[in-house]
């Protein structure tokens, strides 16, 4: 298995850009969260999808970000538009029945 | 609410010597208990969990931790520490509706160095 796959793995981008961030599950894995990781603020939810429906996104830090899971095989994560206290690692991991979150690589995003 | 706290934001041991992180867990019920670690750019891979039964886990890469429901913690220990471990280690807490466990609360983390 090729584990949780995030693309682009950077990002660098203008204040009030719109930002996508991609992300492919684990075949079967019927949970999906998004983190971001700063230094100030380290590890925080921001939300997270059980077979696809949004069950959490109290961790969504303003309207700005939003996020969809169309399919099993697919999430995004929007930022429209950016700003530079966005800048952060923005990481999707993945869960089944096990309780286990597997992580993807990240991806780091720059806001200038 | 439930929270984790890792008090000790770096540790330095010298490679071969023994290791223990500590982390300490606020959870109103039978919490699910987890250490990851992350090396630098990647993400985080998880080394042990607890869910019930004996309080003493095994993990990856010769790593174990032990659950003290009395003190409120889960202290993830190796015997002689490899080079290889420096990297940040984070302690995590689980819950969520009906106790899946869905929701991980993340310490702050423990970046720790071998010296050679």
């Known amino acids: 298995d090729a584990g949780v796959i995030q693309s682009p793995r950077h990002e660098v981008t203008e204040m009030g850009q719109e930002v996508t961030l991609r992300c492919k599950p684990i075949?079967?894995?019927?949970?999906l969260f998004w983190y971001r990781q700063t230094m100030m603020r380290g590890l925080e939810l921001l939300i997270y999808?059980?077979?696809?429906?949004?069950?959490?996104d109290s961790g969504m830090p303003e309207d700005r970000f939003s996020a969809k899971m169309p399919n099993a095989s697919f999430s995004t994560l929007k930022i429209q538009p950016s700003e530079p206290r966005d800048s952060a690692v923005y990481f999707c991991?993945?869960?089944?029945?096990?309780?286990?979150?597997?992580f993807g690589p990240g991806t780091r995003l720059t806001v200038t | 609410a439930q929270s984790v706290t890792q008090p000790d934001i770096h540790i330095t041991v010298s490679e071969g010597a023994s290791l223990e992180l500590r982390c300490n867990y606020s959870?109103?019920?039978?919490?699910?208990l987890f250490w990851y670690v992350q090396s630098p750019g990647q993400g985080l891979q998880l080394l042990l969990k607890?869910?019930?039964?004996?309080?003493l886990v095994q993990g990856i890469k010769g790593f174990e931790a032990e659950f003290k429901r009395s003190q409120s913690s889960f202290n993830l220990r190796k015997p002689s520490v490899h080079w290889s471990d420096a990297a940040e280690y984070f302690c995590?807490?689980?819950?969520?509706?009906?106790?899946?466990?869905?929701?991980?609360?993340f310490g702050t983390g423990t970046r720790l160095q071998v010296t050679l």
């Open positions: 959870y109103g019920a039978t919490p699910y």
């Open positions: 607890y869910f019930s039964g004996d309080t």
């Open positions: 995590a807490v689980g819950a969520g509706p009906t106790g899946t466990a869905s929701k991980l609360t």
């Open positions: 075949s079967g894995h019927d949970y």
């Open positions: 991991a993945t869960r089944g029945q096990n309780y286990e979150q597997y």
């Open positions: 999808f059980n077979n696809n429906v949004p069950i959490d």
